[in-house]
Nanobody
Framework: QVQLVESGGGLVQAGGSLRLSCAAS????????MGWFRQAPGKEREFVAA????????YYADSVKGRFTISRDNAKNTVYLQMNSLKPDDTGVYTC????????????????????WGQGTQVTVSS
């Protein structure tokens, strides 16, 4: 069983930065791939970024590549999403997820492969 709690969301101007954190409970955190998804009002949930259980592999949606960085600290049971050069299109509720899977882009980008989800944190980017 894994429980996830996100933090770090807020209101920022376009071009600014935010760092999201996702704290996980449970002693098996290091065995899970971790992902970030977002959902804007009126839009479907979309994949943002993911990281393998070792942290050795990272994956990004094309829309955030080069601007966002995902990382994890297994000693702290925490995964991070550093978001730079934010755009109004980045606005949405960001949710972290944990899943046990072989980490390929095709697997980590599918929300159905994740068994545990946080409640989400709101990110609003003003123009």
């Amino acid at each position: 069983q894994v429980q996830l709690v996100e933090s770090g969301g807020g209101l920022v101007q376009a071009g600014g930065s935010l760092r999201l954190s996702c704290a996980a409970s449970g002693r098996t955190f290091s065995s899970y791939a971790m992902g970030w998804f977002r959902q804007a009002p009126g839009k479907e949930r979309e994949f943002v970024a993911a990281i393998s259980w070792t942290g050795g592999k990272t994956y990004y949606a094309d829309s955030v590549k080069g601007r966002f960085t995902i990382s994890r600290d297994n000693a702290k049971n925490t995964v991070y999403l550093q978001m730079n050069s934010l755009k109004p299109d980045d606005t949405g509720v960001y949710t972290c997820a944990a899943g046990q899977m072989y980490a390929y882009y095709s697997t980590v980008s599918r929300f159905s492969n994740y068994g545990y989800w946080g409640q989400g944190t709101q990110v609003t980017v003003s123009s």
